[in-house]
């Protein structure tokens, strides 16, 4: 969540999740290829390791935990 008054801080645990791209837009990696990867697919796998794109419902709220990213 944004502070309010006083020093804006960096939230960690937002900024080793989140990444912001030249352009501004915000990535993430995908859920899901940790464990129980014998069952999934090789194709399935492989398209979990990709990076995808924030949602524009749930930008606000993540750059408002990275105040000095944008």
Do not use: C, W, Y
Request: without cysteine; charged residues 40%.
């Amino acid at each position: 969540m944004a502070r309010t008054g006083g020093k804006a801080k960096t939230r960690k645990a937002v900024a080793k999740r989140f990444k912001v791209t030249g352009t501004g837009k915000l990535t993430r990696r995908k859920q899901g290829k940790r464990h129980l990867a014998e069952s999934k697919s090789r194709k399935r796998k492989r398209r979990l390791g990709k990076v995808a794109l924030v949602s524009d419902a749930d930008v606000s709220r993540i750059k408002a935990n990275l105040p000095f990213s944008h």
